[in-house]
């Protein structure tokens, strides 16, 4: 693949992180490193700028950072919305969603799966998910999407999140462009029947002896909501033996619905109290993070979706940023000190 704006994750790597984004080049040196992860392809920031020029909103976008005031959340809020508005008011333009379309058609040529594959569409912005920052939860991911047209239109989702209130004040927050540079990811989608997240080290105390798994069924959707409590596993990255367990209320999950996107069910009450991994997997997912730790030369939190099949996917690696639950944030809520530290730095499980 060598148009102009898209390019194959597997060919891409940290130094293309200025074009596409940090989540796709993450991707593409997963991929590298020999770890499993779904196929897809990146579209490039140059899209975006081509969007905006394209229907002439360059103007608009200057006029509101102009009268924005990064000290003021009201102002901050009025300029996103301002753009967000004129962003998916706005259609693609024929080129570039006929690029989208070639890129899409090329991986359901690959995988086989017809010409309306699920996929799914995730926002890759500069900036994000570095060693200092990382944007998690604050924009968009579409999941199950199927047919171009709804490619094309997940992907201007993503473009206009990276206008949304709370990345527009994170970016104001650690001094950076105002304007959001945005790429995207777009992967085949994992039916996933557990999915989660792994710190390659204690995210609480930052004990590194130790891999860190949340999971629970379905797609991460549940867990990234805070509408479940996952279940929470320790295991020994040398023995891969359970250091501790505890087995959460997954009352729900969200599985693909009939008419494209997801949709939430009910989990039977017996699956409810049942972890939904076992040692040989969470075995497996040990051996995975290790490999991850080892290429990125850090720990890393990583999301990951297991599919019908078994098979285990790792669908998203970003950098530690920071560890640790208060003690005021323990005594508040009702979760474990990791579910804490999720919720606090963005990670869900194959969702963000």
Not at 146 to 174: E, I
Request: with cysteine; glycine share 12%; net charge negative.
């Amino acid at each position: 693949m060598s148009d102009r704006h898209t390019r194959w994750l597997a060919d891409l790597r940290a130094d293309d992180t200025p074009r596409f984004g940090g989540k796709s080049t993450s991707l593409g040196e997963l991929l590298h490193a020999e770890v499993p992860v779904p196929p897809g392809f990146a579209l490039a920031t140059t899209a975006f700028d081509a969007f905006l020029a394209a229907a002439g909103l360059e103007g608009r976008v200057a006029e509101a950072l102009e009268h924005m005031d990064a000290r003021d959340i009201g102002s901050v809020q009025a300029a996103a919305e301002a753009v967000r508005a004129a962003v998916t008011a706005t259609p693609v333009p024929d080129d570039i969603c006929a690029e989208i379309g070639a890129g899409y058609a090329a991986l359901a040529a690959e995988v086989g799966g017809g010409d309306d594959i699920p996929v799914a569409v995730r926002s890759s912005a500069v900036g994000e998910d570095s060693a200092t920052a990382t944007f998690a939860g604050q924009q968009e991911t579409s999941l199950w999407v199927r047919g171009v047209d709804a490619v094309c239109d997940a992907v201007r989702d993503c473009w206009a999140s990276g206008w949304s209130t709370p990345a527009m004040s994170y970016r104001a927050r650690l001094g950076g462009d105002p304007r959001p540079q945005m790429g995207v990811a777009i992967q085949l989608m994992v039916d996933a029947t557990v999915s989660g997240v792994m710190f390659t080290c204690n995210p609480v105390s930052g004990d590194p002896s130790v891999i860190a798994v949340n999971a629970s069924w379905g797609l991460g959707q549940g867990v990234v909501g805070g509408e479940v409590t996952p279940d929470e596993f320790f295991v020994s990255r040398v023995t891969r033996e359970i250091v501790r367990q505890t087995t959460g209320a997954k009352h729900v999950e969200y599985r693909p619905a009939a008419a494209g996107g997801t949709e939430r069910r009910p989990v039977a009450e017996e699956r409810q109290a049942e972890p939904c991994l076992g040692e040989e997997q969470l075995a497996e997912l040990v051996s995975v993070a290790r490999v991850v730790q080892r290429h990125f030369g850090g720990h890393q939190d990583v999301e990951w979706a297991i599919g019908p099949d078994g098979v285990l996917y790792v669908v998203q690696s970003r950098p530690v940023t920071a560890t640790g639950a208060t003690a005021d944030e323990r005594e508040a809520a009702p979760m474990s000190a990791l579910s804490l530290v999720m919720n606090r730095f963005g990670a869900g499980g194959a969702g963000g």
